[in-house]
């Protein structure tokens, strides 16, 4: 919709609306729990013409219920706000972005506990030929769990609020209109509120391709190093590769590939095992079928790799957990914005650690609106 100098694009998306048989990811011996379940997921994104420049902003909320386990329900918000600046040959690019979420925040905590987070920063691009741009870009970011926010024994607020602060100069030269070509080599501060044995520097360099979202392939990847080095001696660092990816593609027009790949450090919310190496892969093919029916398949895994703290004792040294997923669904496209869907998807976690293996399978119909 254009209003005036302002253009919105509002989505809104039912999904799992159905049955999910293990909502706490419980072991097998511990009679895993199952309910009913939906979310609601409104969401809107707005850009505004102000002179020269564009002020870019989204909110996203995500509405989560669950029958009988009330403690489980929430309400999810995601604020989002940059502001592009142009001068001649430099361009100001201010950011921030909000969240105030129980979403669990990754494959090892299971409990959904209260949390925001909050970043700012900036970035001046200086076109310094004709298609080459460089940039100085700085930002920080803060996590802050609830004080009640607990799991496994562990107090998430006192094990995993932190400051995370990022200096650093990219580079990025526009090969066509589509595809450009970008380096970066940052600098980033780790440091946590009440346990400053997790607080960590690190060097990172990374190159990498991003696709402009009109060209065939779409999204971006990177591949990189980083030198992650724990402030305490008694904590083991890591040197080896990263990786960041999400491409699609549609081929013929009808057949759509979608792959994003992630390897990093992670924060575990053991002070024992306080960091680990993830790895991971999610591949996704949608097939149009005839009409307006469609398919979707679906399959992911990770690998998490924990680093032992020097002189303690821990469940299992050298641990390595594994996820897997996988499931599958059709939809039936109600006119050009709005999809009626059926799902089915099972996961899985493997873990060496008595009690930490789980497995459940969510199924149910899904809606949305909007793209």
């Known amino acids: 919709m254009r209003i005036g100098p302002l253009f919105v694009n509002p989505t809104v998306a039912l999904t799992n609306a159905g049955v999910d048989t293990n909502v706490f990811n419980e072991a097998p011996q511990d009679s895993p729990k199952n309910d009913f ?3 609601l997921t409104p969401a809107t994104e707005m850009w505004l013409r102000m002179g020269p420049s564009w002020l870019n902003g989204s909110v996203h909320e995500d ?5 009988k386990y009330a403690s489980e329900r929430s309400a999810n918000t995601v604020y989002k706000f940059n502001w592009m600046i142009p001068f001649n040959r430099v361009t100001f690019k201010p950011t921030m972005s909000y969240a105030n979420t129980r979403e669990r925040p990754g494959f090892e ?25 460089v940039a100085l870009r700085s930002d920080r970011s803060s996590t802050d769990f609830d004080k009640d926010a607990v799991f496994l024994g562990a107090n998430l607020r006192d094990e995993l609020t932190r400051t995370v602060t990022n200096t650093g100069i990219d580079v990025r030269h526009q ?53 992650f080095a724990p402030v305490s001696n008694t904590l083991p660092g890591f040197k080896g590769s990263t990786v960041a990816l999400d491409l699609s593609y549609v081929l013929l027009g009808v057949t759509r590939f979608a792959v994003k790949a992630s390897r990093d450090v992670q924060y575990s919310y053991d002070i024992n095992q306080p960091y680990y190496v993830q790895s991971g892969i999610n591949l996704e093919v949608g097939q149009q079928i005839f009409g307006p029916l469609d398919a979707v398949g679906k399959a992911g895994i990770a690998r998490l790799e924990y680093r032992d703290r020097a002189n303690v004792v821990v469940a299992v040294s050298n641990r390595v957990d594994r996820t897997q997923t996988y499931g599958g669904g059709l ?28 497995q459940g399978l969510r199924y149910g119909v899904a809606v949305t609106y909007g793209s």
């Open 109 to 133: 905590i299971d409990a959904r506990s209260r949390r925001t987070e909050f970043s700012y920063g900036g970035t001046i691009e200086v076109r310094a030929l004709s298609k080459t741009f």
């Open 331 to 358: 939809g039936y496209h109600l006119g050009r914005d709005t999809r009626l869907g059926f799902n089915v998807d099972h996961y899985q976690r493997l873990s060496p650690v008595i009690g930490r293996q789980y």
């Open 37 to 39: 379940t939906l979310t």
């Open 63 to 67: 509405l989560v219920y669950y029958q």
């Open 175 to 227: 090969v066509t209109p589509l595809t450009s070509l970008t380096f970066e080599a940052a600098r980033e501060q780790d440091r946590f509120e009440f346990s400053p044995l997790r607080d960590s520097d690190s060097i990172r360099i990374t190159g990498g391709v991003k696709f402009d979202p009109a060209a065939l392939i779409k999204g971006g990847a990177t591949v990189g190093y980083r030198d």
